[in-house]
C-alpha cells in the first residue's frame, strides 16, 4: 500500500518551534521531489517548501524563508519541515506531496492529499 503520513503538528506559542514529519511507505520517497503544503481555513493551499528528489535543491517562499527548513532523510524514507520563529499566520493543516520535481508541485495541481498535521500557533 501507498501511503504517506504526516505528524508532528501541535499547538506552540509565537515564536515556538516543530518539526513536521512525512513519512513515506510502500514506495521509494528519494525518488521525487517533495513539498509541504498548508492551509488555513478560508485560505487557498499554498506551497510551504519543497525539496529536491536529491536534496540539493529547495524552495520557499518569503513568508517562510529564514524560518523553516526543509530536508530529507533517505534511511528513514521521510521528509521533514523544520519550523521555528511561529508565527499565528502560520497556522494552518499542512501535507506533504510528492511528484517529479518541485516545478510540478509548484504547479498546484497535485490531488492525492493525505490527512494533514495540525500546526496552531497561538498566545
Known amino acids: 500500500q501507498v501511503q504517506l503520513a504526516e505528524s508532528g503538528g501541535g499547538t506552540v506559542q509565537p515564536g515556538g518551534s516543530l518539526r513536521l514529519s512525512c513519512a513515506a511507505s510502500?514506495?521509494?520517497?528519494?525518488?521525487?521531489?517533495v513539498a509541504w503544503f498548508r492551509q488555513a481555513p478560508g485560505k487557498e493551499r499554498e506551497v510551504a517548501s519543497c525539496i529536491s528528489s536529491s536534496g540539493g535543491s529547495t524552495y520557499y517562499p518569503d513568508s517562510v524563508k529564514g524560518r523553516f527548513t526543509i530536508s530529507r532523510d533517505s534511511a528513514k524514507n521521510t521528509v521533514y519541515l523544520q519550523m521555528n520563529s511561529l508565527k499565528p499566520e502560520d497556522t494552518a493543516v499542512y501535507y506533504c506531496?510528492?511528484?517529479?520535481?518541485?516545478?510540478?508541485?509548484?504547479?498546484?495541481?497535485?490531488?492525492?492529499w493525505g490527512q494533514g498535521t495540525q500546526v496552531t500557533v497561538s498566545s
Open positions: 506531496a510528492p511528484d517529479r520535481t518541485c516545478a510540478n508541485l509548484r504547479r498546484g495541481t497535485y490531488e492525492h
Open positions: 510502500g514506495f521509494t520517497l528519494d525518488s521525487y521531489a
